[in-house]
């Protein structure tokens, strides 16, 4: 793992002050989908770092490339951490954000996702995008995991640059798979119910 | 200051030299140390025996009362050895975490975050420099004390008289206008509220721990023979010494300066007269409680407690007389205030968490460590332990 992404690591623990809590789950190498809700720029760096090293160095999370993309800083950032940056605007034929996704992991990687698709201002989980059923579809062989994230959205708020250093909670949950003959909205809705259900274990 | 001073000098020297620590200090920092270990062996052998008769529950909590008790000898063994200024700022990394737990246990709005940043970021830093710099240009000693002194016209200026004030006013007026800048007027008042009180308490209130040792300590103990000053300590170099003896016939014919103790021992003995004043009231409200205070706030405070705790820890307050410049029924009047006002704290502390329905600071986000849990007394019972020291046993002239 890079100098940078050890460094953003530890500034991003100290300054999320997050705990991670497994809940019926274990840390393991298997490939899995992290799926989590999101409320702040900080999400996916948090979570990232809260993984044990061995498993971090296994697992990317995935980014808009959008905005990842826009400055060479940013470019570096992303690429420190082994961001996979998937494209929100342009998307083109066998080149859908699934494909890339399940070509970019392989048969090693794992993954973060947030099904939000952005982030989200209110209180209020949004509803899920349909991504994460595909996965599930595409490959049954992943452990889809449910994160529930909280707090982080006070430590970075939207549309806030500067972090105040709150404590936030990390819960990772029972792993899950998509049932067979589960429609997409009720895979779906179950998929958001494990997230929420983490909020108040 | 002092470090910058002395830091070639061997470390024993250094501590003696500066009035830092001395051999009353060494003696109770020992009986801490060792009361310690066998606290720390009972829970850990208890832990290890299934079928003991203690509850489960019972036992938890003292084992992470007991590792607590060891971080704060760490951060108060840290301070003692390596001088005040690190003293301070360990106090205010202690401070910065407690306000941190319970800013986390505040529901805040979006519109609060910029003024939360200035809180965390520029209010607990500037109150943790200004006590850290305290009397240091009354007479300026080191060249960049000298330089800050004459350049800024600060040369005599004590700066307590800013850091007493710096959070209550002008940080309590800044609060409110930041977040009505932010243009969120939804429960403004209880917003305000709510951050002004978390500095107060977290920050403001627990700072006057480490100012007690900037204060020059009067004593209206008889004097000590010769043949006992040298094997206890050595005089402080410094001016401090004759300052006092001018200012002693005006003020106080009676007292005098107090050179045979270290103030760090002074604020060792005022952590563990807390500490312990939690304890005693612990365990006379579980041996005789029945008169529960106010069962919606904390069910298991008993007037009982209050009292028997109060009593006790004056007791033993008084007994321990002899690492401070109390004489010893003052110490015993500064030790009953003090659990009175730590008791006040952990009611205060309880309502608060009531109100937002945690049991522990801890549990709020889980996994932590509840830092507000353990100090909540300390905060409480610093500010007035420090005034009562200053008017009554220092030259603050």
Redo the contacts between chains.
């Keep these: 793992m890079s100098l940078t992404a050890t460094i953003l690591s530890v500034i991003a623990k100290l300054m999320a002050g997050s705990s991670v809590r497994w809940v019926d789950c274990q840390p393991d190498t298997c490939q899995r989908v992290y799926f989590a809700n999101h409320t702040s720029h900080l999400d996916a760096l948090v979570l990232w770092s809260s993984l044990p090293r061995n498993i971090r160095a296994l697992t990317r999370a995935v980014a808009a490339k959008d905005y990842w993309d826009k400055s060479s800083f940013r470019r570096y950032i992303a690429g420190s951490v082994n961001a996979l940056l998937i494209d929100r605007e342009n998307i083109k034929v066998h080149r859908s954000p699934v494909e890339l996704m399940i070509q970019a992991i392989g048969n090693t990687h794992s993954l973060i996702v947030f099904p939000e698709g952005g982030r989200n201002a209110t209180d209020e989980m949004g509803e899920f995008k349909s991504g994460l059923y595909y996965l599930g579809k595409k490959r049954p062989d992943l452990e889809l995991v449910p994160v529930y994230i909280d707090n982080l959205n006070r430590v970075l708020p939207r549309g806030e640059f500067l972090p105040v250093p709150l404590l936030s909670c990390i819960t990772i949950g029972p792993p899950m798979w998509l049932e067979a003959g589960e429609s997409k909205a009720e895979f779906l809705k179950r998929a958001r119910e494990s997230v929420k259900r983490l909020k108040d274990i | 200051m002092m470090i910058e001073d002395l830091q070639f000098e061997p470390l024993l020297g250094l501590l003696q030299s500066a009035g830092w620590l001395n051999v009353p200090t060494y003696w109770l920092v020992g009986v801490v140390i060792v009361a310690l270990i066998i606290a720390s062996v009972i829970g850990q052998t208890l832990k290890r025996q299934p079928e003991s008769t203690v509850s489960p529950a019972l036992l938890r909590t003292f084992n992470q009362r007991v590792r607590a008790w060891w971080m704060m000898f760490a951060i108060l063994a840290a301070g003692l050895l390596l001088g005040d200024t690190v003293t301070v700022v360990l106090f205010g990394f202690v401070s ?1 975490w407690a306000l ?2 319970f ?2 246990m505040t529901p ?1 709005r ?1 519109g609060d ?2 003024t ?2 200035w809180v ?1 970021f520029v209010f607990t830093p500037i109150q943790y420099v200004l006590v850290g710099i305290g009397r240091g240009f009354v007479d300026p000693q080191t060249p960049s004390a000298i330089w800050w002194a004459n350049t800024f016209g600060l040369a005599g200026v004590d700066l307590y008289g800013l850091y007493s004030i710096m959070i209550p006013v002008y940080a309590s007026l800044y609060i409110p206008a930041r977040i009505a800048l932010s243009g969120d007027a939804r429960r403004f008042l209880e917003r305000s509220a709510k951050i002004q009180f978390s500095l107060l308490i977290c920050v403001y209130s627990l700072s006057y721990a480490p100012a007690l040792v900037h204060l020059d300590l009067l004593t209206s103990k008889p004097a000590v023979n010769n043949s006992s000053m040298s094997t206890g300590d050595v005089v402080p170099p410094s001016a401090p010494n004759e300052e006092a003896t001018e200012a002693e016939p005006v003020s106080s014919a009676t007292r005098r300066p107090w050179t045979e103790g270290g103030r760090a021992g002074l604020l060792f003995y005022f952590v563990l007269i807390v500490q312990l004043s939690d304890v005693f009231q612990y365990a006379w409200g579980k041996l005789l409680g029945h008169r529960v205070i106010a069962p919606h706030i904390n069910a298991s405070r008993t007037w009982e407690g209050f009292v028997g705790g109060a009593l006790t820890t004056a007791i033993v307050g008084a007994l321990l007389w002899w690492v401070t410049p109390f004489r010893i029924w003052e110490a015993a009047c500064m030790s009953f205030v003090t659990a009175v006002m730590g008791s006040a704290g952990g009611m205060t502390m309880s309502a608060i968490k009531r109100d937002r329905g945690v049991t522990d600071t801890g549990t ?5 460590a509840g830092v507000l849990d353990r100090i909540d007394s300390i905060c409480f019972a610093a500010p007035v332990f420090y005034h009562l020291t200053r008017y009554f046993f220092s030259d603050f002239a």
Excluded: P, Y
Aim: hydrophobic content about 40%; aromatic content about 18%.
């Design positions: 910065f941190r737990e800013i986390t805040t979006r975050h910029r939360l940043f965390f709020l986000v889980q996994g932590h």
